[in-house]
């Protein structure tokens, strides 16, 4: 059964870092292009960036040079690496791939 589980999300004062995770289970991870999406209250989902099997890493304008993918194959584990973070950047920020989604894990931006 394919799992996605992210974390690390939490409440952060703009400028800020956060470091998140998303641990896959259930399936090959090391075989398979990973996503991370967000979405803020109101908003559609937006595609914040991917990573492939190989580590080569492509990310939205809006938080490209702040945020950065990398993802650890003998882990099964996906991270997105975010600095300088402004309030524009709080929402529920999902991993998925082929269809499959975690259930998120929640960045607040906020002074």
């Known amino acids: 059964q394919v799992q996605l589980v992210e974390s690390g999300g939490d409440l952060v004062q703009p400028g800020g870092s956060l470091r998140l995770s998303c641990a896959a289970s259930?399936?090959?991870?090391?075989?398979?292009?990973m996503y991370w999406y967000r979405q803020a209250p109101g908003k559609q989902r937006e595609w914040v960036g991917s990573i492939t099997v190989n580590g080569s890493t492509n990310s939205a304008d809006s938080v490209k040079g702040r945020f950065t993918i990398s993802r650890d194959n003998a882990k099964n584990t996906m991270y997105l690496q975010m600095n300088s973070l402004k309030p524009d950047d709080s929402g529920i920020y999902y991993c998925t791939f082929s269809g499959h989604w975690g259930q998120g894990t929640q960045v607040t931006v906020s002074s």
């Open positions: 259930g399936f090959t991870f090391s075989r398979y292009v």
